[in-house]
């Protein structure tokens, strides 16, 4: 088997990562998630990553000479650095992480936004796509979790770091009332997150009219709770590639680079 690209999505609490053969699928046996290293600050996520490609070289067998790396970053991310850090160590702030990440791992790195990259993964070959390209016209894929990640798209063409998750809404940062974790945080019913989407969606809706919108995240595996709740002018699907869309994506960015 040939190795094309290597993923690592970092969150808050993991990173996932992954190896992508040439075709662009996942090699599913290299699927996997380390946990990120408590406090997130950069030389450590760098050193977990470094320790996750060693764990990958033996699971694959090969020792990945060449294979070129893919990161994500939860913040905008302009040329490899970091330009945002709203869940992650104020360290990242204003970091190369490019550099840093090749200095550390010895190889070629490409770094974007989580969502940008997850939004890839469904827009080439997931949700967003049909008989393998993307649909064509606005598609926004949005990601539920900790915060609210937003990748959008015009005709498959990626619009990078886009932050609607940072919109001003009702007096509140959007992704305070409607990203996943307030379900738990604020014990809401579905119904309750339901009405939070409803009005997220539809402020989203009016500023940028997409004819797509693919929900991601955990909850997407969740979608008959709050789907068929929803009235937008967009059609709303759930994602296809439940948490492995980053790894997909990241790797992907890193194989056209
Ligand atoms: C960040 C985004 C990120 C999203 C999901 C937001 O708080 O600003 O860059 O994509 O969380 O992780």
């Avoid at 990161?71 to 302009?78: M, S």
């Avoid at 949005?142 to 959008?152: A, D, E, F, Q, V």
């Avoid at 990626?158 to 307030?182: I, S, T």
């Avoid at 945080?185 to 940028?208: D, I």
């Amino acid at each position: 088997m040939s190795f094309a690209a290597i993923g690592l999505d970092m969150g808050g609490s993991s990173i996932k990562y992954g190896v992508v053969s040439t075709d662009g699928t996942l090699i599913e046996k290299t699927f996997s998630q380390a946990p990120t290293p408590a406090g997130a600050r950069p030389q450590e996520v760098a050193l977990a990553m470094k320790q996750i490609i060693e764990d990958l070289k033996q699971v694959t067998g090969s020792d990945l000479a060449g294979v070129p790396v893919g990161v994500t970053v939860p913040g905008i991310v302009i040329d490899g650095v970091v330009h945002s850090a709203a869940n992650i160590d104020a360290s990242w702030l204003g970091l190369d992480a490019k550099s840093l990440l090749a200095e550390t791992l010895g190889c070629e790195v490409s770094v974007l936004n989580d969502a940008d990259a997850a939004g890839m993964a469904e827009v080439f070959a997931g949700a967003g796509s049909r008989d393998g390209a993307p649909i064509m016209g606005s598609t926004l894929v949005l990601t539920l979790g900790t915060g609210i990640g937003s990748g959008m798209f015009r005709d498959g063409i990626l619009f990078p770091n886009v932050e609607f998750g940072h919109l001003q809404l009702d007096g509140a940062e959007a992704e305070k009332k409607a990203a996943a974790r307030v379900i738990r945080e604020e014990n809401l019913s579905w119904e309750q997150y339901g009405q939070r989407l409803q009005r997220y969606l539809s402020h989203v809706e009016f500023l940028c009219s997409p004819d797509l919108i693919v929900i991601g995240g955990a909850i997407s595996q969740e979608y008959e709770q709050f789907l068929p709740q929803l009235k937008l002018r967009a059609k709303v699907v759930p994602a296809h590639y439940n948490n492995a869309a980053g790894v997909l994506g990241a790797a992907h960015r890193a194989m056209n680079h």
